[in-house]
């Protein structure tokens, strides 16, 4: 077991794009209207979710013609929420650390710090292309959020806050309000050299995407490592798409129903343009160097975590999970409201219990 016995969380992508969470002409009874997703939140609240996470779209792109701005859609959330916290996604480039320390401030105080932010550095050249932003090389981005977080962090807990870097400079300048504490959370992604690096310098959580326990773990003792030489504390979040059913056949079907239906054409185009993004770093790698044209059906390479099956099975894989040292799984589902609330109800307490018995075994042994 890991030597932190806190419980595991749970976070929920929001579908606030159309198109669902995979690239299959299967039917997703997913919406992306903000009634459907007002509903979904209050369920996933009830249901024992402690986050959602807001996804950031600027073009059409494996069926999300549709895309509301993540930011605004979030405090629309919360609105509708009372303990469920919001993760909103940031683009450096299209959002300034000043405009974006501002808003996130406030809607922190309107929102009894509820509020949370996911940065993200970019992967998409042709996006940025679309909306006029420069395209920095691959480590170039994460240096730029680097500094958009160091901006952030000083802008939240500093008066006449004042810095001098390659992208964004500040001075003497005084953000009142500030944010309520604890201030609001930090997230990032990646699985680079570049990324996991800038986790273990500033961010409070570094998610990455599916993946085996044993390559988790490889990822997890890395940041920890660096962490714990930079004198810095992060938590990690694994991406996994569930399929929870009442036999390990019937989950089975459905995955092989979503591969089956997957439209060609736009995931490899997904795949290629993810790919060529992760040759640009340096050592050649990024968050889909391995993945396969099935794992690419989910774009955060979901199925490769393997929460597949009966609420047994998937709440003894997140058990697996945390014993390498997880604190959070990011859940996508194919029919969000329903299946997030049999989540809640089948699968969420039989990981609770589990906790609990090895805590206790723990304790035993101590």
Do not use: C
Request: glycine share 8%.
């Amino acid at each position: 077991m890991t030597a932190n016995h806190d419980q595991i969380k749970f976070a929920y992508w929001v579908p606030n794009v159309s198109g669902g969470l995979v690239i299959s002409k299967i039917e997703q009874r997913t919406g992306w209207d903000i009634d459907y997703n007002r509903r979904l939140a209050q369920i996933a609240e009830q249901a024992g979710f402690d986050y959602a996470l807001s996804q950031i779209r600027f073009t059409a792109g494996y069926g999300a013609e549709f895309q509301h701005e993540p930011v605004a859609f979030s405090h629309a959330l919360l609105a509708a929420t009372t303990k469920l916290k919001v993760i909103a996604a940031l683009l450096p480039g299209p959002w300034n650390p000043a405009v974006a320390a501002k808003q996130i401030a406030t809607i922190s105080q309107l929102n009894e710090g509820r509020v949370a932010v996911n940065i993200v550095s970019g992967w998409f050249r042709g996006e940025f292309t679309a909306i006029g932003e420069p395209w920095l090389d691959h480590d170039e981005r994460y240096r730029r959020s680097e500094e958009f977080i160091r901006s952030l962090r000083g802008i939240w807990t500093q008066d006449n806050f004042t810095f001098r870097g390659d992208f964004y400079r500040f001075s003497d300048y005084t953000l009142k309000p500030k944010p309520p504490q604890p201030l609001p959370e930090i997230f990032q992604g990646g699985s680079s050299r570049a990324a996991r690096d800038m986790a273990a310098r500033v961010s409070d959580w570094y998610f990455t995407n599916g993946n085996s326990v044993d390559e988790i773990k490889k990822q997890v003792d890395d940041i920890r490592a660096k962490a714990r030489a930079n004198n810095h504390s992060v938590r990690i979040g694994v991406n996994a798409f569930a399929i929870a059913r009442d036999s390990e056949a019937e989950a089975r079907s459905v995955l092989n129903e979503i591969i089956a239906k997957a439209d060609p054409e736009a995931v490899n185009a997904f795949g290629l343009e993810v790919k060529n993004a992760g040759k640009a770093s340096p050592e050649g790698q990024g968050n889909w160097t391995e993945s396969s044209f099935e794992d690419l059906v989910q774009y955060n390479d979901g199925f490769k975590t393997n929460l597949i099956g009966t609420p047994d099975q998937i709440a003894e894989r997140i058990i697996a999970l945390k014993a390498v040292g997880v604190d959070l799984v990011l859940l996508g589902f194919l029919h969000f409201q329903e299946e997030v609330e049999y989540f809640g109800r089948r699968i969420i307490p039989l990981v609770r219990a589990l906790e609990a018995d090895a805590l206790q075994h723990v304790q035993a042994a101590e």
